[in-house]
T-cell receptor, first 114, second 117 residues
Framework: AQSVTQPDIHITVSEGASLELRCNYS??????LFWYVQSPGQGLQLLLK??????LVQGIKGFEAEFKRSQSSFNLRKPSVHWSDAAEYFC????????????FGTGTRLLVSP | NAGVMQNPRHLVRRRGQEARLRCSPM?????VYWYRQLPEEGLKFMVY????????ESGMPKERFSAEFPKEGPSILRIQQVVRGDSAAYFC???????????????FGQGTRLTVV
């Protein structure tokens, strides 16, 4: 069965510092991978997605993620964090059959310190 | 274009009562998905609906839970005779079409936090 692991429940990063959020997945076929962000009081917003091709994916708000098949990972990165990036981040895996049955990780809450 | 609207944002019910959660998809979207997030867990798929049809309800508990997406009006997730274990955040998402994730996107609402006391 598919699964997604986000090993870090909370991460605190200083404003201006770099960020990496970890995501490991287990999936029997070619995975379709997503990162979503949920700001306080908001819905989940898609940051980026990976289906095929270049393993380094660029997303919105300056985020990028790298797909590493050998490590079953899809880590999210940002070179310089802004205070407005404080939110909860969810990694998800699915198939191209549609958005039903996306499998989400438990999320990582990012705190940004001054 | 308003996003996916869910209401209420917070809902408190006593054990044994009914809970009704509403989801209005984005304009032009005819596909709706419901997910549940239990405490300390990731979002888990519950049901996928199109207008007037349930396409996939494989994630729905067998009893007490039902969902609909009528021709007019919002999608409703209904939980009868709620129990403490139903306390969770319920998220709705919508997309303009059902198959394929490579060329479209699902938009999520803010969620409804259900607390059963």
């Amino acid at each position: 069965a598919q699964s997604v692991t986000q090993p870090d429940i909370h991460i605190t990063v200083s404003e201006g510092a770099s960020l990496e959020l970890r995501c490991n997945y287990s999936y029997g076929a070619t995975p379709y991978l997503f990162w979503y962000v949920q700001s306080p009081g908001q819905g989940l917003q898609l940051l980026l997605k990976y289906f095929s091709g270049d393993t380094l994916v660029q997303g919105i708000k300056g985020f990028e993620a790298e797909f590493k098949r050998s490590q079953s990972s899809f880590n999210l990165r940002k070179p310089s964090v802004h205070w407005s990036d404080a939110a909860e981040y969810f990694c998800a895996v699915g198939a191209n059959t549609g958005f039903q049955k996306l499998v989400f990780g438990t999320g990582t809450r990012l705190l940004v310190s001054p | 274009n308003a996003g996916v609207m869910q209401n209420p944002r917070h809902l408190v019910r006593r054990r044994g009562q009914e809970a009704r959660l509403r989801c209005s998809p984005m304009k032009g979207h005819s596909h709706v998905y419901w997910y549940r997030q239990l405490p300390e867990e990731g979002l888990k798929f519950m049901v996928y609906l199109q207008k007037e049809n349930i396409i996939d309800e494989s994630g729905m508990p067998k009893e007490r839970f039902s969902a609909e997406f009528p021709k007019e009006g919002p999608s409703i997730l209904r939980i009868q005779q709620v129990v403490r274990g139903d306390s969770a955040a319920y998220f709705c998402a919508s997309s303009p079409r059902g198959r394929g994730v490579t060329d479209t996107e699902a938009f999520f609402g803010q969620g409804t936090r259900l607390t059963v006391v």
